[in-house]
């Protein structure tokens, strides 16, 4: 976890993310809204745009810190202005306002295709009309690939995470990750434990074991029950990872 203003986002930190789209289309659910997709070869860029702004916002200025000289305060203001209008330049180049923005990058995880949330950020103009949530719908239902959670959340993320089960056609799990190399393979307790409390096995590689589990809004952590139960088994137990994953399974 990290904490709400451990990634602030929002307008500043997409204003570079302008320019020429090849290809935008009509956000499925008819919110006027447009989408584009750029493949970066297995690393996608996701954005979301509002077509009827016309007009660039460059967000607020920078404000004064106590402690800055008027010099200094002077120089950042200027540098900010002329930064905004290079951005202006590709704004007008843009199908309108940048809205939203996912970044997901290829995942080290045994499911064909899974990509890995690394940033997403949504214009805090546009925040609570459910933004967030179509960046990841559309990985999930129109590029159908598996997506897991990034290795760090703002509660914000979080609670997306969770609105994900609302999307017609998309399943979440959490899972985790067992490291073959300090359990035994064919321990059959062990394996019945994780049955027990729910796994179901989806694949295991020369290092690992991943397991999922069902994953239901207020039940706990998946980590520490996972770990304490298997501890009664295993002292040196070693779960390698925990998170969450969310897929395509059709409608």
């Not at 995880?109 to 459910?130: C, H, N």
């Amino acid at each position: 976890r990290i904490s709400k203003g451990g990634y602030e986002g929002g307008k500043e930190a997409m204003q570079h993310d302008y320019g020429r789209e090849k290809t935008v289309r009509p956000l499925p659910g008819g919110s006027g809204f447009l989408y584009s997709i750029t493949d970066g070869g297995g690393d996608y860029e996701i954005k979301i745009w509002d077509p009827r702004v016309k007009e660039y916002n460059p967000g607020e200025p920078p404000k004064k810190l106590s402690w800055q000289m008027d010099a200094e305060y002077k120089r950042m203001l200027a540098n900010w202005k002329e930064r905004h209008e290079v951005y202006k330049k590709y704004f007008e180049r843009s199908p309108g306002q940048l809205v939203g923005k996912l970044d997901v990058e290829a995942a080290e995880f045994p499911m064909k295709g899974a990509v890995q949330v690394s940033t997403i950020t949504v214009d805090e103009d546009y925040r609570g009309l459910g933004i967030a949530k179509a960046l990841y719908g559309i990985v999930l239902s129109i590029l159908k690939l598996p997506l897991t959670a990034g290795s760090r959340q703002t509660p914000g993320g979080a609670r997306n995470w969770l609105s994900l089960v609302n999307i017609p056609g998309v399943d979440v799990k959490g899972f985790v990750q067992i490291d073959v190399d300090e359990i035994d393979n064919d321990d059959d307790e062990l394996h019945d434990m994780i049955m027990q409390l729910g796994g179901q096995f989806i694949s295991k590689d020369e290092y690992s074991e991943y397991w999922a589990f069902d994953v239901v809004p207020g039940t706990g952590e998946l980590k520490p029950a996972i770990k304490n139960k298997l501890s009664e088994l295993y002292d040196d137990y070693g779960v390698a990872q925990t998170g969450l994953i969310a897929y395509w399974r059709g409608q």
